[in-house]
T-cell receptor, first 114, second 116 residues
Framework: AQSVTQPDIHITVSEGASLELRCNYS??????LFWYVQSPGQGLQLLLK??????LVQGIKGFEAEFKRSQSSFNLRKPSVHWSDAAEYFC????????????FGTGTRLTIIP | GAVVSQHPSWVICKSGTSVKIECRSL??????MFWYRQFPKQSLMLMAT?????????EQGVEKDKFLINHASLTLSTLTVTSAHPEDSSFYIC????????????FGPGTRLTVT
């Protein structure tokens, strides 16, 4: 079965600083990879996804992620964070294209300091 | 993007009673919906897959007689927590995937259930 690891439970960065959130997956083949953000009172919002092709994917809100097969990783990055980026971030993996359930990582809580 | 709603957003009930949570896809049809449970500061755990017109598929360890799922139409799935107990208190989230090449799952805002 597939699994997802987000090693960092909580990360604090200064506003304007760069950000990288780590995600590692375990699956025998190439999975479908997702990053979601969850803000209080809001549903999970998709930031970006990787199915195939270019391993560097661009998402919304200035986020990007890079799929590295050799490292089984799909790290999320942003060059300059804004206070509004404070939220919980989840990496997720799916193994089938279509109506398939997702396996989520444990999440990383991002705190932004002025 | 597509919108998924949940109702209620929060509910408090007494131990032993049942609670129904609705999940609606507002602008698209969903033959499949997923129900997740999220404990405080933890990840989302898939509980079951709701299938329109057929029985739900439950994940291992989830009591199907306790968490009743009905997918009444292409836009509505309900989760009923029967004979609720304090340990059922949690945040319940539904999602509905779109189909086609732009595959994406849309999540509802969640329902906070507190059982006293």
């Amino acid at each position: 079965a597939q699994s997802v690891t987000q090693p960092d439970i909580h990360i604090t960065v200064s506003e304007g600083a760069s950000l990288e959130l780590r995600c590692n997956y375990s699956y025998g083949a190439t999975p479908y990879l997702f990053w979601y953000v969850q803000s209080p009172g809001q549903g999970l919002q998709l930031l970006l996804k990787y199915f195939s092709g270019d391993t560097l994917v661009q998402g919304i809100k200035g986020f990007e992620a890079e799929f590295k097969r050799s490292q089984s990783s799909f790290n999320l990055r942003k060059p300059s964070v804004h206070w509004s980026d404070a939220a919980e971030y989840f990496c997720a993996v799916g193994i089938n294209f279509g109506n398939e359930k997702l396996t989520f990582g444990t999440g990383t809580r991002l705190t932004i300091i002025p | 993007g597509a919108v998924v709603s949940q109702h209620p957003s929060w509910v408090i009930c007494k131990s032993g009673t049942s609670v129904k949570i609705e999940c609606r896809s507002l602008d698209f049809q969903a033959t499949t919906m997923f129900w997740y449970r999220q404990f405080p500061k933890q990840s989302l755990m898939l509980m079951a897959t709701s299938n329109e017109g057929s029985k739900a598929t439950y994940e291992q360890g989830v009591e199907k007689d306790k968490f009743l799922i009905n997918h009444a139409s292409l836009t509505l799935s309900t989760l009923t927590v029967t004979s609720a107990h304090p340990e059922d208190s949690s945040f319940y989230i539904c999602s509905a995937p779109t189909t086609g090449s732009s595959y994406e799952q849309y999540f509802g805002p969640g329902t906070r259930l507190t059982v006293t």
